[in-house]
Protein backbone atom coordinates (compact mmCIF):
# COMPACT_ATOMS: atom_id res chain seq x y z
CA UNK A 1 0.00 0.00 0.00
CA UNK A 2 1.39 3.55 -0.75
CA UNK A 3 1.90 6.27 1.70
CA UNK A 4 -0.02 8.36 -0.69
CA UNK A 5 -3.42 6.59 0.90
CA UNK A 6 -2.27 8.43 4.49
CA UNK A 7 -4.46 11.63 3.22
CA UNK A 8 -5.64 14.43 4.92
CA UNK A 9 -9.58 13.06 4.29
CA UNK A 10 -8.11 9.73 6.04
CA UNK A 11 -7.65 11.25 9.28
CA UNK A 12 -10.21 13.32 9.31
CA UNK A 13 -12.57 10.19 8.69
CA UNK A 14 -9.92 8.12 11.50
CA UNK A 15 -10.97 11.28 13.62
CA UNK A 16 -14.59 11.36 13.48
CA UNK A 17 -14.55 7.46 14.10
CA UNK A 18 -12.80 7.92 17.01
CA UNK A 19 -14.64 10.57 18.40
CA UNK A 20 -18.21 9.06 17.68
CA UNK A 21 -17.37 5.67 18.42
CA UNK A 22 -19.66 4.39 15.18
CA UNK A 23 -18.52 4.10 11.24
CA UNK A 24 -22.51 4.36 10.69
CA UNK A 25 -22.48 7.66 12.44
CA UNK A 26 -19.62 9.12 10.50
CA UNK A 27 -21.46 7.90 7.14
CA UNK A 28 -24.42 9.84 8.10
CA UNK A 29 -22.46 13.00 9.46
CA UNK A 30 -20.63 13.41 6.44
CA UNK A 31 -23.01 12.38 4.33
CA UNK A 32 -20.34 8.99 2.36
CA UNK A 33 -21.54 5.81 2.22
CA UNK A 34 -20.54 3.13 4.67
CA UNK A 35 -18.77 1.63 2.88
CA UNK A 36 -16.67 4.34 1.98
CA UNK A 37 -15.73 5.03 5.60
CA UNK A 38 -15.12 1.83 6.17
CA UNK A 39 -12.85 1.62 3.36
CA UNK A 40 -11.16 5.09 4.40
CA UNK A 41 -9.65 3.39 7.80
CA UNK A 42 -9.15 -0.11 6.18
CA UNK A 43 -6.73 2.23 3.33
CA UNK A 44 -5.30 3.90 6.72
CA UNK A 45 -4.46 0.99 8.37
CA UNK A 46 -3.08 -0.51 6.02
CA UNK A 47 -0.53 2.19 5.22
CA UNK A 48 0.22 2.43 8.75
CA UNK A 49 0.73 -1.30 9.47
CA UNK A 50 -0.80 -1.44 12.65
CA UNK A 51 -4.97 -1.88 13.73
CA UNK A 52 -6.14 1.76 14.95
CA UNK A 53 -9.02 0.87 16.50
CA UNK A 54 -10.85 -2.85 17.19
CA UNK A 55 -14.61 -3.23 16.16
CA UNK A 56 -17.57 -4.89 18.17
CA UNK A 57 -20.88 -5.38 16.78
CA UNK A 58 -22.04 -1.78 18.27
CA UNK A 59 -19.52 0.25 18.67
CA UNK A 60 -15.11 0.43 18.02
CA UNK A 61 -12.69 1.58 20.80
CA UNK A 62 -9.22 2.89 20.22
CA UNK A 63 -5.95 0.96 20.08
CA UNK A 64 -3.23 1.93 22.24
CA UNK A 65 -1.57 3.16 18.50
CA UNK A 66 -4.96 4.42 17.80
CA UNK A 67 -4.89 6.67 20.76
CA UNK A 68 -1.35 8.04 20.04
CA UNK A 69 -2.24 8.15 16.35
CA UNK A 70 -5.72 10.09 17.34
CA UNK A 71 -3.48 12.53 19.04
CA UNK A 72 -1.44 13.48 16.64
CA UNK A 73 -4.07 13.58 13.52
CA UNK A 74 -5.61 16.56 15.63
CA UNK A 75 -2.45 18.57 15.92
CA UNK A 76 -1.74 17.86 11.88
CA UNK A 77 -5.48 18.54 11.49
CA UNK A 78 -5.23 21.66 13.36
CA UNK A 79 -2.42 23.15 11.90
CA UNK A 80 -3.70 22.62 8.32
CA UNK A 81 -6.33 24.74 9.02
CA UNK A 82 -4.76 27.21 11.02
CA UNK A 83 -2.45 28.27 8.53
CA UNK A 84 -5.49 27.73 5.49
CA UNK A 85 -7.24 30.51 7.93
CA UNK A 86 -3.86 32.47 8.05
CA UNK A 87 -3.64 32.35 4.50
CA UNK A 88 -7.72 33.28 3.42
CA UNK A 89 -8.69 37.14 3.71
CA UNK A 90 -10.45 38.24 6.97
CA UNK A 91 -13.76 37.62 5.69
CA UNK A 92 -13.33 33.76 4.66
CA UNK A 93 -11.28 33.28 7.77
CA UNK A 94 -14.44 33.67 10.35
CA UNK A 95 -16.43 31.46 7.63
CA UNK A 96 -17.32 28.08 8.86
CA UNK A 97 -19.37 26.10 11.66
CA UNK A 98 -19.30 26.58 15.39
CA UNK A 99 -20.92 23.87 17.38
CA UNK A 100 -22.13 25.27 20.75
CA UNK A 101 -23.49 23.38 23.72
CA UNK A 102 -25.66 25.19 26.66
CA UNK A 103 -27.50 24.49 29.79
CA UNK A 104 -31.41 24.84 28.36
CA UNK A 105 -32.97 27.42 30.27
CA UNK A 106 -30.35 29.76 30.32
CA UNK A 107 -29.48 28.90 26.77
CA UNK A 108 -33.46 29.55 25.87
CA UNK A 109 -33.91 32.38 27.57
CA UNK A 110 -30.77 34.11 26.92
CA UNK A 111 -27.96 32.60 25.09
CA UNK A 112 -29.77 32.22 22.11
CA UNK A 113 -30.57 35.67 21.06
CA UNK A 114 -26.86 36.29 22.19
CA UNK A 115 -26.09 34.04 19.28
CA UNK A 116 -28.49 35.70 17.11
CA UNK A 117 -26.28 39.09 17.36
CA UNK A 118 -23.06 37.22 17.19
CA UNK A 119 -24.36 35.90 13.90
CA UNK A 120 -25.29 39.64 12.63
CA UNK A 121 -21.84 40.47 13.30
CA UNK A 122 -20.33 37.61 11.78
CA UNK A 123 -22.88 36.27 8.72
CA UNK A 124 -20.20 33.94 7.47
CA UNK A 125 -20.08 31.94 10.29
CA UNK A 126 -22.83 29.01 11.03
CA UNK A 127 -24.11 27.95 14.40
CA UNK A 128 -25.51 24.64 16.10
CA UNK A 129 -26.67 25.19 18.91
CA UNK A 130 -27.29 22.52 21.58
CA UNK A 131 -29.83 22.86 24.44
CA UNK A 132 -29.11 20.24 26.80
CA UNK A 133 -28.64 20.07 30.95
CA UNK A 134 -26.76 16.66 30.39
CA UNK A 135 -23.29 16.55 30.64
CA UNK A 136 -21.60 16.44 26.87
CA UNK A 137 -18.40 15.17 25.81
CA UNK A 138 -17.14 17.78 23.66
CA UNK A 139 -14.61 15.35 22.00
CA UNK A 140 -17.18 13.09 21.18
CA UNK A 141 -19.62 14.76 20.29
CA UNK A 142 -18.14 17.21 18.07
CA UNK A 143 -18.57 20.40 19.96
CA UNK A 144 -16.73 23.79 19.92
CA UNK A 145 -17.96 25.56 22.93
CA UNK A 146 -20.16 24.51 25.98
CA UNK A 147 -21.19 26.71 28.55
CA UNK A 148 -22.62 24.99 31.88
CA UNK A 149 -23.75 25.44 35.91
CA UNK A 150 -22.63 23.98 38.49
CA UNK A 151 -18.67 22.09 39.21
CA UNK A 152 -17.04 20.81 36.49
CA UNK A 153 -14.53 17.70 36.16
CA UNK A 154 -13.44 18.04 32.40
CA UNK A 155 -9.45 19.12 33.06
CA UNK A 156 -8.34 18.51 29.72
CA UNK A 157 -10.66 20.92 28.32
CA UNK A 158 -9.68 24.78 27.53
CA UNK A 159 -12.12 26.31 30.78
CA UNK A 160 -12.95 30.29 31.10
CA UNK A 161 -15.03 31.36 34.39
CA UNK A 162 -17.32 33.03 33.01
CA UNK A 163 -18.91 34.32 37.11
CA UNK A 164 -21.43 33.44 39.39
CA UNK A 165 -25.22 32.67 38.98
CA UNK A 166 -27.35 33.75 41.66
CA UNK A 167 -30.08 31.92 43.33
CA UNK A 168 -32.96 32.92 44.89
CA UNK A 169 -36.01 31.46 46.91
CA UNK A 170 -38.83 32.16 44.88
CA UNK A 171 -43.02 31.15 45.10
CA UNK A 172 -46.12 33.12 43.65
CA UNK A 173 -47.78 36.35 46.05
CA UNK A 174 -50.98 33.55 46.11
CA UNK A 175 -48.57 30.93 47.62
CA UNK A 176 -47.21 33.19 50.52
CA UNK A 177 -50.29 34.31 51.34
CA UNK A 178 -51.62 31.21 52.00
CA UNK A 179 -48.86 29.33 53.78
CA UNK A 180 -47.07 32.87 55.22
CA UNK A 181 -46.02 34.49 57.29
CA UNK A 182 -42.72 33.13 56.70
CA UNK A 183 -39.55 34.61 59.02
CA UNK A 184 -36.90 31.91 59.45
CA UNK A 185 -35.60 28.40 57.81
CA UNK A 186 -37.85 26.57 59.95
CA UNK A 187 -40.73 27.89 59.10
CA UNK A 188 -40.04 26.25 55.16
CA UNK A 189 -39.50 22.86 56.71
CA UNK A 190 -42.79 21.66 55.68
CA UNK A 191 -43.79 23.36 53.26
CA UNK A 192 -44.16 22.30 49.75
CA UNK A 193 -41.42 22.45 47.05
CA UNK A 194 -40.67 22.11 43.69
CA UNK A 195 -37.33 20.64 42.84
CA UNK A 196 -35.26 20.17 40.12
CA UNK A 197 -34.45 16.19 39.57
CA UNK A 198 -30.94 15.25 38.97
CA UNK A 199 -29.30 17.65 41.03
CA UNK A 200 -27.11 16.73 43.51
CA UNK A 201 -28.34 18.04 46.91
CA UNK A 202 -32.05 19.26 45.57
CA UNK A 203 -33.32 17.56 48.77
CA UNK A 204 -32.08 19.84 51.57
CA UNK A 205 -31.64 23.84 51.18
CA UNK A 206 -28.54 25.47 52.34
CA UNK A 207 -29.58 28.92 53.69
CA UNK A 208 -26.96 31.57 54.82
CA UNK A 209 -28.17 33.92 57.40
CA UNK A 210 -27.12 37.92 57.47
CA UNK A 211 -24.68 37.52 60.10
CA UNK A 212 -23.17 34.57 57.97
CA UNK A 213 -24.66 31.14 59.81
CA UNK A 214 -25.43 28.22 57.73
CA UNK A 215 -29.07 26.89 57.84
CA UNK A 216 -29.95 23.38 56.66
CA UNK A 217 -33.90 22.49 55.99
CA UNK A 218 -34.99 19.77 54.28
CA UNK A 219 -36.39 20.31 50.62
CA UNK A 220 -39.30 18.28 49.33
CA UNK A 221 -42.50 18.10 47.43
CA UNK A 222 -44.88 16.02 45.11
CA UNK A 223 -43.51 17.71 41.53
CA UNK A 224 -40.14 17.17 40.58
CA UNK A 225 -38.83 18.58 37.00
CA UNK A 226 -35.66 18.41 34.91
CA UNK A 227 -35.64 21.73 33.47
CA UNK A 228 -35.57 24.90 34.55
CA UNK A 229 -38.70 27.03 32.74
CA UNK A 230 -41.20 23.86 34.06
CA UNK A 231 -39.76 24.92 37.55
CA UNK A 232 -40.54 28.48 36.57
CA UNK A 233 -43.75 27.88 35.39
CA UNK A 234 -44.75 25.42 38.75
CA UNK A 235 -43.99 28.31 40.78
CA UNK A 236 -46.29 30.73 38.69
CA UNK A 237 -49.34 28.56 39.24
CA UNK A 238 -48.13 28.68 42.91
CA UNK A 239 -47.55 24.86 42.96
CA UNK A 240 -44.90 25.50 45.63
CA UNK A 241 -41.48 27.49 46.31
CA UNK A 242 -38.24 26.70 45.67
CA UNK A 243 -34.85 27.59 44.55
CA UNK A 244 -33.86 29.67 40.99
CA UNK A 245 -30.97 30.97 39.13
CA UNK A 246 -31.78 34.69 39.31
CA UNK A 247 -32.01 35.20 35.52
CA UNK A 248 -34.34 32.56 35.25
CA UNK A 249 -37.26 34.60 37.01
CA UNK A 250 -36.09 38.47 36.89
CA UNK A 251 -38.70 39.22 35.07
CA UNK A 252 -40.80 37.59 37.28
CA UNK A 253 -39.72 39.30 40.05
CA UNK A 254 -39.65 42.76 38.49
CA UNK A 255 -43.55 42.54 37.55
CA UNK A 256 -44.63 41.22 40.95
CA UNK A 257 -45.44 37.83 39.28
CA UNK A 258 -43.25 35.75 41.49
CA UNK A 259 -41.97 37.14 45.25
CA UNK A 260 -38.92 36.38 47.12
CA UNK A 261 -39.06 34.00 49.95
CA UNK A 262 -36.84 34.86 53.07
CA UNK A 263 -35.17 37.74 51.03
CA UNK A 264 -32.72 38.03 54.08
CA UNK A 265 -31.35 34.59 53.36
CA UNK A 266 -29.12 34.04 51.02
CA UNK A 267 -28.51 31.07 48.72
CA UNK A 268 -25.17 29.89 47.68
CA UNK A 269 -24.21 30.69 43.97
CA UNK A 270 -23.26 28.36 41.19
CA UNK A 271 -20.61 28.53 39.40
CA UNK A 272 -20.72 29.15 35.59
CA UNK A 273 -18.34 28.31 33.47
CA UNK A 274 -17.36 28.30 29.74
CA UNK A 275 -15.62 24.58 28.05
CA UNK A 276 -13.64 25.04 24.41
CA UNK A 277 -12.32 21.93 22.93
CA UNK A 278 -8.62 22.54 23.05
CA UNK A 279 -7.93 21.51 19.95
CA UNK A 280 -10.53 24.02 18.08
CA UNK A 281 -9.91 27.11 20.41
CA UNK A 282 -6.94 28.38 18.14
CA UNK A 283 -9.61 28.66 15.14
CA UNK A 284 -10.84 32.57 14.63
CA UNK A 285 -14.70 31.50 14.41
CA UNK A 286 -14.75 29.83 17.66
CA UNK A 287 -12.41 32.25 19.01
CA UNK A 288 -14.11 35.12 18.08
CA UNK A 289 -17.33 33.64 18.79
CA UNK A 290 -15.84 32.36 22.55
CA UNK A 291 -14.78 36.08 23.25
CA UNK A 292 -18.37 37.48 22.35
CA UNK A 293 -20.41 35.08 24.65
CA UNK A 294 -18.18 35.67 27.62
CA UNK A 295 -18.38 39.58 27.22
CA UNK A 296 -22.34 39.42 26.68
CA UNK A 297 -23.09 36.60 29.43
CA UNK A 298 -21.66 38.81 32.22
CA UNK A 299 -24.47 41.14 31.26
CA UNK A 300 -26.84 39.05 32.03
CA UNK A 301 -28.71 39.57 35.31
CA UNK A 302 -27.12 37.51 38.41
CA UNK A 303 -24.64 36.73 36.82
CA UNK A 304 -21.68 37.93 39.22
CA UNK A 305 -18.08 37.81 39.04
Known sequence: MEHSHVSL???RTFVRIAERGNLAAVARETGAGQSTITRHLRELEEA?????????TRRTALTEEGTRYYAQ???ILCLVERAS???RQTRQATAGTVR????AALGALYVSRL???FQDQNPGIRVEFSLTDERVDLVRDGVDIAIRLGPLTDSSMKLRALGESQRVLVASPDWLCRNGPLKRPEDLRDLEGVRLSRVHGSDRLVLQAPKGKHHIV???GRLNVDHGLAAREAFLAGRGFGPAHRWLVEDCLQDGRLDLVLPNYRLLPAPLSMLI????????????CADFLGHEIAKIPGIGR
Open 9 to 11: DRM
Open 48 to 56: LGVSLLTRT
Open 73 to 75: CLQ
Open 85 to 87: QEM
Open 100 to 103: ISCT
Open 115 to 117: IFA
Open 218 to 220: PFH
Open 277 to 288: APERASLTRVRL
